[in-house]
């Protein structure tokens, strides 16, 4: 039987004393909508599917006459192999696309993402205004601010995960009410 001696555990007890404790959020950092979790702050609407972090879902509200709205959320793929989303459905809209705003030579354009998105370990994607985003296409009655939609995510190993979108005004609009 090897014996470690009592002098070498003593220094190496020392020497991990000694170490940094890593630094965690306080419930005061999180923002308001996220509560504290072992991962930090996490937002309140945070759905895991296997390794995937969905959280953040928002769709835009409707102006009247308006066909179409725009959905977003963040991805983050926790785990250690990618995953990709390859498309999503809603009772809300008979078609639902993932779109990519790009600018091309000085103009900006709106491009379908037909085969899918790849998220890798430890990426983090962002569903955004001005960005990545679902695009919802022939809805009948207009999609207002307190409303809220369910979206259909599909994930080609996660499988099908449905999540809940509240509607809400853009900032603009809500600050010019005040």
Same mark, same amino acid.
């Given at each position: 039987?090897?014996? #470690?001696?009592?002098?070498?555990i003593? #220094? *190496?007890?020392?020497?991990?004393?000694?170490?940094?404790?890593?630094?965690?959020?306080? +419930?005061?950092? $999180?923002? &308001?909508?996220?509560?504290?979790?072992?991962?930090? $702050?996490?937002?309140?609407?945070?759905?895991m599917?296997?390794?995937?972090?969905?959280?953040?879902?928002?769709?835009?509200?409707?102006?009247? %006459?308006?066909?179409?709205?725009?959905?977003?959320?963040?991805?983050?793929?926790?785990?250690?192999?990618?995953?990709?989303?390859? %498309?999503?459905?809603?009772?809300?809209?008979?078609?639902?696309?993932?779109?990519?705003?790009?600018?091309?030579?000085? #103009?900006?354009?709106?491009?379908?993402? *037909? +085969?899918g998105?790849e998220? %890798?370990? %430890?990426?983090?994607? &962002?569903?955004?205004?001005?960005?990545?985003?679902?695009?919802?296409?022939?809805?009948?009655?207009?999609? /207002?601010?307190? +409303?809220?939609?369910e979206?259909?995510?599909?994930? &080609?190993?996660?499988?099908?995960? /449905?999540?809940?979108?509240? #509607?809400? &005004?853009?900032? /603009?609009?809500?600050?010019?009410?005040?």
């Open positions: 039987m090897n014996l #470690v001696p009592l002098h070498l003593a #220094v *190496a007890c020392l020497a991990l004393s000694a170490l940094p404790a890593p630094a965690l959020a306080s +419930d005061e950092q $999180c923002l &308001e909508g996220q509560i504290l979790d072992v991962a930090g $702050c996490v937002d309140l609407d945070t759905v599917a296997d390794d995937l972090q969905l959280s953040g879902a928002w769709v835009l509200a409707m102006r009247p %006459g308006q066909k179409v709205a725009a959905a977003y959320l963040s991805i983050l793929n926790r785990g250690e192999t990618a995953d990709r989303l390859i %498309g999503a459905t809603s009772l809300a809209s008979p078609r639902v696309e993932m779109h990519e705003m790009a600018i091309e030579d000085g #103009v900006t354009k709106m491009r379908p993402i *037909a +085969d998105i998220i %890798g370990p %430890g990426d983090r994607v &962002e569903f955004k205004p001005g960005g990545l985003h679902f695009m919802l296409t022939g809805i009948d009655a207009a999609l /207002v601010a307190e +409303d809220e939609i979206l259909t995510l599909d994930f &080609e190993k996660a499988g099908s995960v /449905v999540l809940q979108f509240p #509607v809400r &005004e853009p900032a /603009v609009i809500k600050a010019h009410r005040h």
